[in-house]
Each structure stands twice: as C-alpha cells, then as structure tokens.
C-alpha cells in the first residue's frame, strides 16, 4: 500500500504505458536503497530488469539471486556522471532483452553539511550524481523511449519542494531534478514523442542514505522524519511506469510538510532551525566515509536502524479504486438524501 499525492496528467498527451508483466525497465542506483527495492519488486511481477549502478559486486549479487528464483533480471556496471557509461548500459539492455520500456533515474547521493561548511569538491561532486547524472539518464531514455514510446521516471525528493537545513546541497539538488524533470516534459509533449514523464517525490526513506552520506556534523546522520518504507516508493515507480503521471509524493506527512513550508514560509524560515537536532545522532558514532565518489556498502535495502512506515489509510485513499468507490458512496448518499427530502415534502 501506498500513502501517496499525485498530481493527475490532465491535459498531456495520451502515452500507452504496457502492463508492468510484459516490460523492461532499466533501473539506475540499483546496488542499494529504493533502486534495489524496485528492481527486486518489478522483477517479482513479471517484467524484465536491468540493475545499473556504480558497484559491480552488489549489482551482481541482486541479479543473480534473482535469476536463482527464474526472474529476468541482468546487471550493468555503470557511473551516471558518464553518459557514455549509461548509453552503453542502455545497449546492453537492448542487446539482452529487446528493449527499454521504462527508464528509471533513481541514483543519488547525500551530504549532511551546513552550507557554510560544506566542501566545494563535495558540493560538485553530489550535484554530478543527484543533477548531472539524472541529466545523462533522462537523455538517453528519450533516445531509447522516441520511436517506441514508454515511461521516464525519476526519483526526487520532497526536498525539491521546500529548503532544509543541514542538507541543504541535497535539497538545491532536488530542486534542480525537478526543475530539468518538469521542463523536459514540456518540451517531451511539444515535440509529441510517446514519452510518460513522472517526478517521484519521496518523502524521508528508510534507506541506508545517511549511512552512505558524507557527513560533516556530529555524531551518525540521520533521516528526515518522518520515515516511509522503501516499498512505497518502489509502488510508485511502478505505477509511474504503467500509468501516466506527472508527480507522486510518497508520503502523507512529507506532503503536509510541503504544503506548510510553500503557504507559510516566513514560519519555516523563522523556526525550520528545529530540524538541525534531529538530523544527526550524537550518541552514535559518526560515519567517517562516503559513496560521493565511489560505491559504499551497497547491497542494502534498508537503514536498519530507522524502521519507516508500510501501511497507511491516506495510501488506500489515494487509490484510483478508492477513489471510484468513495465516488459511488457519495453518490448513494446523495441519492438517499434526495429520497428522504421528497419522501419529507410528500408527507408535509
């Protein structure tokens, strides 16, 4: 189940999206975190998977535990910082199984700093990855995805939506991802190529990112609260992949959050400092090495220190089969309503 907000495509042009079962999605950042929980998810529902990443050990690892189960699932070593590396992931793919269907841009890295303190190299070096390399992605999915059409989802955050201390890098990040993501489908629908774009906006994940983190204050890093499970996130991604979107916040509370940071910002700007604590555990010792730069401890799913939410009502609300039933519910009501007010007239 999912507890997410999505924001309709409304007027796009239309995309014919195939059935998660007979697809193929190439998946950056699969070596770890949401990557890794959406190509092991879409695999299980029948669709073909190429795991891409930095780490060729976890990489291959995670393919081949999936083919052990008699899943299709293959791997490609490959940096997003090179389009050369992806371009050649992408034939790869083609070359094993026909084909890309959907493309998900799911890599990333974090960097727990204040903004003054943050080094110059590792404010690059993370826009290379989070920007740049989401950047080299959507650019060659849409030389795979023109001519037959399919799904290009990438992975933000709810930090492209509003500022946050402490990460702020992260968040300039994000909010690049989602400025290039929003304008590419502008120009993706002017140019009437079959191409879905969908922005992923989770909310704090329980992922091993803090854990990979450079981190330049006291004590462990963090993840924001609150905490969703990565099978949200992965739910989304798919859906994203067979269904048209434009965005998906994942993450009732992370959306609540956007919505009074956006409507009150003098208030998030005055007290927003009230994150700082929370972001980092000085009881615990701090982490002393990244994955900026190179892969990291990869093959983990999870923090497994920082349990996130799986369930949730908000989730079944926002289901389009909820939604028809909530619909049909208010229907009978007013109809009842009706019936009682004429039945009321008649015996006055």
């Not at 739910?235 to 992949?241: F, N, T, V």
């Amino acid at each position: 189940m999912r507890e997410t907000d999505r924001n309709e495509p409304g007027g796009l042009m239309a995309v014919d999206l195939k059935p998660l079962a007979d697809q193929v999605l190439l998946i950056t950042g699969a070596s770890s975190g949401i990557g890794l929980v959406t190509a092991r998810a879409a695999a299980r529902k029948g669709a073909s998977v190429m795991l891409v990443a930095r780490g060729e050990g976890a990489l291959r690892d995670a393919a081949e535990a999936l083919q052990r189960d008699g899943l299709n699932a293959a791997y490609a070593v490959a940096d997003v910082c090179s389009i050369d590396a992806l371009r050649a992931a992408a034939a790869a793919t083609v070359a094993r199984f026909g084909r890309i269907d959907t493309w998900v841009n799911c890599a990333g890295v974090a960097l727990y700093a204040k903004l003054v303190d943050t080094p110059e190299d590792e404010h690059q070096q993370l826009f290379q990855t989070n920007y740049f390399g989401m950047v080299h992605g959507s650019l060659v999915a849409v030389e795979q995805l023109r001519q037959g059409g399919g799904a290009l989802v990438t992975v933000g955050s709810i930090a492209g939506d509003i500022p946050s201390p402490i990460m702020g890098a992260y968040a300039a990040s994000k909010h690049a991802v989602k400025g290039y993501t929003e304008a590419l489908r502008i120009e993706i629908n002017a140019a009437r190529l079959p191409i879905s774009v969908t922005l992923i906006k989770p909310s704090g994940t329980d992922t091993p990112i803090a854990a990979h983190a450079a981190n330049h204050v006291d004590g462990e890093a963090q993840i924001p609260p609150p905490i969703y499970a990565p099978e949200l996130v992965a739910d989304a991604i798919l859906d994203a992949a067979v269904r048209p979107q434009l965005a998906i916040t994942v993450g009732g509370m992370g959306r609540l959050q956007v919505l009074l940071g956006q409507h009150f910002p003098g208030l998030l700007a005055r007290f927003g400092g009230a994150m700082i604590p929370i972001l980092s555990d000085p009881k615990q010792p701090k982490t002393t090495a990244s994955n900026l730069s190179a892969p990291f401890r990869d093959g983990e799913e999870t923090s497994r220190n920082q349990p996130g939410r799986a369930v949730s009502v908000y989730a079944i609300a926002r289901q389009p089969a909820t939604k028809v039933a909530l619909a049909a519910l208010l229907g009978l009501g007013a109809a009842a309503l009706a019936v009682r007010h004429q039945s009321k007239g008649e015996a006055e």
